[in-house]
């Protein structure tokens, strides 16, 4: 039964081949998405942690910031779709499927932070301190647990390109559904 399967498979590969001459004289096909960077765990300062420990009691309006550096460098763009930057922030955390919105207004999250704004400029300081400002983007997922509940949060991504330091902000947004 491999031969129906070997089949499927050709047909499959023969639907991306673009065989107009004018593609044959421009090159091979590269992937539109070639490049995925990915994130790795990044150390701040027992200060800074505290401001944001400072910061999360005084709102509790996020449940953690998650100190990543983007490797290897990327546009926002590239951050705030890679699958490896989700996994990086929160791990074995997924359990249902994550929507990303890509780029959104960098002062949404201000607006989220209410009192607790300075943060931002807490992390902007620490993250680039030459003040190349940062791009935010945002990833959502959402479930019914209950007739007319949904659980849900949603990842504020705080990305520095320059430094290539990444803030993940978690925010749980259950509300009714």
Known sequence: MKLPCVILAAIVAASFVDASPSRA???PVVAANAFV???DPLDIPATLQAQID???AACHCFTAVIPLEVVPSGTPSEVFHSID???AAVGQDIQLPWVDAGEINAGALANLL?????L???LSAFADPSGGGFHLGAYKWSHPTQPDFCSSETL???YFPRTRV???FRFDSSSEC
């Open 156 to 158: 504020y991504l705080m």
């Open 85 to 87: 930057v989700l996994f």
């Open 120 to 122: 931002i400029n807490q």
């Open 166 to 168: 990444l803030f993940v």
């Open 114 to 118: 209410g009192s607790q704004s300075g």
């Open 25 to 27: 004289a421009a090159g």
């Open 54 to 56: 400072a910061a999360r």
């Open 37 to 39: 960077p990915s994130a």
